[in-house]
Structure formats: structure tokens, C-alpha cells
């Protein structure tokens, strides 16, 4: 079973960036289709990006599209997402997650391998 853990997360004023990085155990089919969701207290766990294998299609929710880039290493078993112009609505537990399949997805529940993982905090 593929482990992933993720990293990067922080306190952060409104209009600060973070960098998010999502590291894998092993080169599995569980990250054909790697994503990012997160999850804020009292809310149900929502859609930020996901991005294809070879890492050129890219999809996004429309509360990030413009500010977030996701990206992903596959020689390092690496995911990213760049977060740019941070929001306090942006402050949430982020997750990275896997699927085997090749097709990008929004739905959380299409995602069967998920890391535990980090709180950004976005306040002033």
C-alpha cells in the first residue's frame, strides 16, 4: 500500500503564497490521477485540483482556478500545489489523493489512497 505524506502547510497572511508537497512511497497505479482536496472543520472534504500522469492536463475548482497550480515529479514520486494570493476561505486541512484511473475527477470519493494531511492557516 502506498504511503503519502504531505507537507508544507502553515500560517500565512491573506495575499501570501505556500508551497504544498505531496510525497509518495512508491511509483504506484494509485497515482495515475493524483489531486488535492481539503477540508475545513464542520464541512464536507472538496475538490482543489488534480492533475493527469504525465502531468499535462490539469483541472480546478473555480474558487482556486487562477491562484493554484498543481504540478507533479514522477522521476521523485512527487506532487505540488503552489498556492498564490491566499484567501482566509482558502483555510482548511489539505490532502493529497490517488486513483488508478487516467481521467481527472472532482469527486472525492473517486479517490482510494489519501495522506493524513497538513493545515494551512490563512489570517491576518
Known amino acids: 500500500q502506498v504511503q503519502m505524506v504531505e507537507s508544507g502547510g502553515g500560517f500565512v497572511q491573506p495575499g501570501g503564497s505556500l508551497r504544498l508537497s505531496c510525497a509518495a512511497s512508491?511509483?504506484?497505479?494509485?497515482?495515475?490521477?493524483w489531486a488535492w482536496l481539503r477540508q475545513s472543520p464542520g464541512m464536507e472534504r472538496e475538490f482543489v485540483a488534480a492533475?493527469?500522469?504525465?502531468?499535462?492536463?490539469?483541472i480546478y475548482a473555480d474558487s482556486v482556478k487562477g491562484r493554484f497550480t498543481i504540478s507533479r515529479d514522477n522521476v521523485q514520486n512527487m506532487m505540488y500545489l503552489q498556492m498564490n494570493r491566499l484567501r482566509p476561505e482558502d483555510t482548511a486541512t489539505y490532502f493529497c489523493?490517488?486513483?488508478?484511473?487516467?481521467?481527472?475527477?472532482?469527486?472525492?470519493?473517486?479517490?482510494?489512497?489519501w495522506g493524513h494531511g497538513t493545515q494551512v492557516t490563512v489570517s491576518s
Open positions: 492533475v493527469t500522469y504525465n502531468g499535462g492536463r490539469m
Open positions: 489523493a490517488g486513483r488508478p484511473a487516467f481521467t481527472l475527477s472532482k469527486e472525492p470519493t473517486d479517490f482510494i489512497t
Open positions: 512508491e511509483r504506484t497505479s494509485n497515482t495515475n490521477t
